[in-house]
């Protein structure tokens, strides 16, 4: 699974102007809301007041609001939610965190030492998403809910591209499937709904999985605070399709393997938390300007930074509102990047020149209106070039080329006890913990599970290399609902329920066409398919969305049939060959292979408002008039990650008619798993005021 070569990136380029020419929903207003909301809940306590803040949520907010807004509308100082004494100069204590006890109790602790000091406070405490039950009763129990007034933020979704909105839950994957905490389950059933009520009704709602299909269950029912979903005249008729929700733990391997697509990387090797990336300072200044003196100087030159390592970095929000090269470099295998790259300095070159050809001053003056573009190319060109030179030099280690090779061994069944003994001489060569276990993980779910003998050495040596603190971590993996590191065989004394749950991944590939071979005649075959993401390699989360809304893309590549035929290597001819997409018509034609993967498969057709003639049934609101473009949302429980999005955006980009949102209870990679179920999660709280 060679890295696949430019073509596929050309023909992602190309289709760009067509991306824009078709509308798609316009999730500026979840922001909106949400802005909207925090303001309501901060003016709900009149006059100054001291903010002090769950660190979780800083990240969150940070997408919706800003520090000047908050000062705007009453806050004076603002702190973490930590343990510690808490000072404040001002009458009013606001708190705003999630519905933790650990929160809850560093609450009461501060409340009481003020009571014990005599300060005179007014506390109001904000629960996002919701109030919980449990939290006023941990107040009561501490003697200090007569003190507070108890109310909450309704954050729901965030926008986190024009495409993509998430809960940004970092902890959803591990409280369900670790903690057995459902309240993700609850939480994201009500944004849903309000999502239905902004945008319309799903009139389909499909997907795979137990906690998928509870979700599914909670949206066709009448929530508290919520209208029935199938009686509120009020909700707009649907630009929906349909909902497809897809249950984290069906599609583990994508999660586990290392993504290669441009910003998946980023996530990978830097760290990408709530769309910003810490990054050395020197590649956030501002280019040099061209040298006037020296006609041929480029600005390409001064994009080549090679940052230090003990630089000192800053938060950069990578956002494709600020950002022109974002868009046409996230989604790109990490092999196209610098060719991509490489061209836009030729332009920027070509563009910068043409000031020295300006004779007239209508011709300086257009130049002039050009420059601002040209800069604000010329600033993202230097901080992607620095930035893919940093990428590059984590991808040229021989440890990450080892990892690589197994991971592809693996998908391929290939002598896998001869993985197992690599992931075991790569302990020795000091690879990272997370690397180590997601291996290993992939291995057992690929092979129906490691020979006793050799997990039980590979797991000692993992304890005795990193930490015997990492112990709770393997039994979380190896016990239910998880179940993802066995043994093969299983113990006589295996729950049913994890031998019941064994991952038919050799029938799948075969059925989905999962993997593609790596010789000259698959090359092109990659760069048709949404296996370009992974080299080669086609997500399972994907193909189980392709079997609802590309059926074609499943057994073929629907992208071989259209084809430029202009000869320019660009693709322009492929807008008018492309076909309209299909309707949605559930999981016809592979009902075989689904239900050879664990968990609940559901179709379920929503009724809708007799009054609204349009979408009078459910099968007239799936045949659209060919010129309407519908929306399929896609809804990931327990977190996606960036190359699944990537490879969703490739499927909406080969039919006409049809456009993907994305909707996450957060973006994941196979490290930000690995640590969030060791609880090894960097911990974001400081001991100083948030305003220094």
């Not at 207003?29 to 909301?37: E, M």
């Not at 100054?48 to 949520?57: C, E, G, H, N, S």
């Not at 001819?573 to 309209?580: A, C, E, F, N, V």
Request: with cysteine.
């Amino acid at each position: 699974m060679a890295a696949a070569s430019a073509s596929a990136s050309d023909a992602q380029t190309s289709s760009g102007t067509e991306r824009d020419n078709e509308p798609r929903l316009d999730v500026e207003l979840l922001k909106d809301t949400a802005r909207k909301a925090l303001i309501d809940t901060l003016n709900a306590v009149n006059g100054a007041k001291t903010l002090v803040l769950d660190p979780t949520l800083a990240g969150p907010l940070g997408l919706v609001t800003e520090v000047a807004l908050l000062k705007h509308h009453g806050v004076d100082k603002m702190f973490w939610l930590e343990p510690g004494p808490l000072t404040s100069t001002t009458t009013n204590v606001v708190y705003l965190c999630r519905p933790l006890i650990k929160y809850v109790k560093i609450i009461a602790d501060q409340v009481k030492a003020h009571i014990r000091e005599s300060q005179k406070h007014r506390y109001t405490l904000f629960l996002v998403p919701r109030i919980s039950t449990l939290v006023s009763r941990i107040l009561e129990e501490e003697g200090i809910l007569g003190d507070i007034t108890i109310s909450s933020y309704n954050l729901q979704f965030i926008p986190i591209a024009d495409d993509v909105i998430s809960l940004e839950n970092d902890n959803a994957f591990k409280e369900l499937w670790v903690d057995g905490d459902e309240t993700v389950i609850y939480n994201s059933a009500l944004a849903l709904n309000s999502l239905q009520k902004v945008y319309g009704r799903f009139p389909r709602i499909l997907g795979k999985g137990d906690y998928a299909s509870r979700l599914a269950t909670l949206l066709t029912k009448s929530l508290p605070d919520q209208p029935s979903p199938l009686s509120d005249p009020s909700i707009p008729s649907a630009p929906f399709d349909s909902l497809i929700i897809i249950d984290r733990t069906i599609d583990m391997i994508t999660p586990l393997l290392t993504q290669l697509t441009y910003e998946g990387l980023i996530d990978e090797f830097i760290g990408l938390k709530n769309s910003h990336v810490e990054l050395p300072v020197s590649l956030l200044a501002p280019p040099a300007a061209p040298n006037a003196s020296n006609p041929n100087a480029t600005p390409s030159g001064s994009a080549s930074v090679t940052p230090l390592i003990n630089e000192k970095t800053k938060k950069h929000h990578l956002s494709t509102a600020t950002d022109p090269l974002l868009v046409e470099l996230r989604d790109l295998n990490f092999s196209s990047v610098g060719k991509r790259l490489s061209r836009v300095a030729h332009r920027l070159d070509e563009d910068y020149k043409a000031r020295l050809q300006a004779k007239t001053v209508t011709q300086l003056r257009d130049f002039v209106g050009k420059l601002g573009g040209l800069q604000s190319e010329h600033q993202a060109l230097k901080l992607h070039t620095g930035l893919s030179e940093m990428l590059s030099s984590k991808t040229r280690t021989e440890l990450f080329n080892k990892s690589l090779e197994v991971q592809q061994n693996l998908l391929a069944s290939y002598e896998v006890s001869a993985q197992i003994s690599a992931i075991e001489d790569m302990i020795a060569h000091g690879a990272s913990m997370q690397t180590i276990v997601r291996l290993l993980c992939l291995a057992s779910i690929t092979s129906g599970g490691i020979k006793a003998k050799s997990l039980d050495s590979v797991k000692r040596e993992l304890l005795q290399a990193y930490g015997y603190n990492y112990l709770p971590l393997l039994l979380s993996l190896a016990a239910p609902p998880l179940a993802i590191l066995l043994p093969n065989p299983l113990p006589i004394s295996a729950a049913p329920a994890v031998a019941g749950n064994k991952y038919p991944f050799t029938t799948l590939r075969k059925s989905f066409r999962l993997l593609i071979d790596d010789n000259p005649e698959a090359l092109e075959e990659v760069e048709n398919d949404i296996s370009y993401t992974y080299s080669g390699y086609a997500p399972i989360s994907i193909r189980l969305v392709q079997c609802v809304a590309q059926k074609s893309g499943v057994i073929s590549n629907p992208a071989e049939k259209s084809k430029a035929d202009d000869g320019d290597g660009k693709g322009k001819g492929s807008s008018t060959r492309k076909l309209h997409a299909h309707p949605i018509v559930g999981w016809k034609g592979f009902e075989d292979v689904l239900g050879t993967i664990p968990g609940k498969t559901f179709d379920i057709v929503q009724k809708v408002p007799a009054s609204t003639d349009s979408t009078a049934s459910s099968v007239a609101s799936l045949m659209r008039p060919h010129e309407q473009t519908t929306t399929t949302a896609v809804f990931f429980l327990g977190g996606c990650t960036y190359t699944e999005i990537a490879a969703l955006r490739w499927v909406s980009r080969q039919n006409k008619g049809r456009k993907f949102l994305i909707v996450t209870t957060g973006i994941v990679s196979g490290n930000s798993l690995i640590d969030s179920i060791a609880s090894t999660g960097k911990n974001l709280s400081v001991n100083k005021d948030m305003n220094t």
